[in-house]
């Protein structure tokens, strides 16, 4: 491919991620609607309740791109609580501000340019941090899932949202055909970018399994991980505590 994503080292992944970003900031709600047929916002709502998320939380939505959970957490947390949305790229946090401001949701949120690996926040901080469809674009996720770990309270949840391997042979294939043939020309056609959802395809078939990440995180310290298939494993939510 134009990225050959198998071969480029650290920080050619790194600089090709932003680009991809960069790229797509202004059509990424549409693509998202279009690509998933509408079907991640009901991913979304389940990771909002299976966070089990309250008034006063204080929760860091990270490589939170444009907002769709930032949106959700701040009407939950209320005026006691505060969501910070975090993102490595300054395209998706500026349509993301801009989205949300326009939805009247200014009280309690917060913007903070970060990197997943090295987050600029105290130890113990939130009560919740949640990763939707973010983690596969960090380029060392061991690290990134060891400083989630650090700024998360006693007690505190990350819940991870990723894309990850359909349950059925049948499902894996036609879900192959779908990314590979279909998704860049949807990519092409409508935001003029098909290299991006090139990427995005390869990046999904790179992904650690279900088991493969549920292993790292116990590896960074989590405990009672656990994770929920979505849509027959082409989803799967992640969620581990911090004790
Ligand atoms: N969470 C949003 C959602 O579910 O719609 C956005 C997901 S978008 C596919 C992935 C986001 O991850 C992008 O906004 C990208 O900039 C961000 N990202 C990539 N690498 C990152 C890193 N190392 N640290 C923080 N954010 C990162």
Known sequence: ??????????GDKASMVAGVFHSVAKQYDIMNDLM???????WKRFTIDASGVRPGNK?????????????????????EGKVILADINSSMLNVGRDKLRDKGLVQNIEYVQANAEALPFEDNSFD????A????????????????????????????????????????KVYDFY??????KMGEFVAKDSESYQYLAESIRMH???DTLKAMMDD??????????????IVALHKGFKF
């Open 208 to 210: 650690p399994d279900q």
């Open 1 to 10: 491919t134009h990225f050959g994503f198998q071969t480029v080292d650290k």
């Open 220 to 233: 960074a310290g989590f405990e009672q991980t656990t994770y929920h298939n979505l849509t027959g494993g």
């Open 59 to 79: 929760v860091l939505d990270l490589a939170g791109g444009t907002g769709d959970l930032t949106a959700k957490f701040s009407k939950i947390v209320g005026q």
């Open 179 to 184: 990314s590979f043939n279909i998704l860049p």
């Open 36 to 42: 998933s047929l509408g079907i991640h916002r009901l």
């Open 133 to 172: 469809f973010g983690l596969r674009n960090v380029t060392d996720k061991d690290k990134a899932l060891r400083s989630i770990y650090r700024v998360l309270k006693p007690g505190g949840r990350l819940l991870v949202l990723e894309f990850s391997k359909p349950e059925h042979e049948i499902l894996n």
């Open 128 to 131: 919740i941090v949640t990763i």
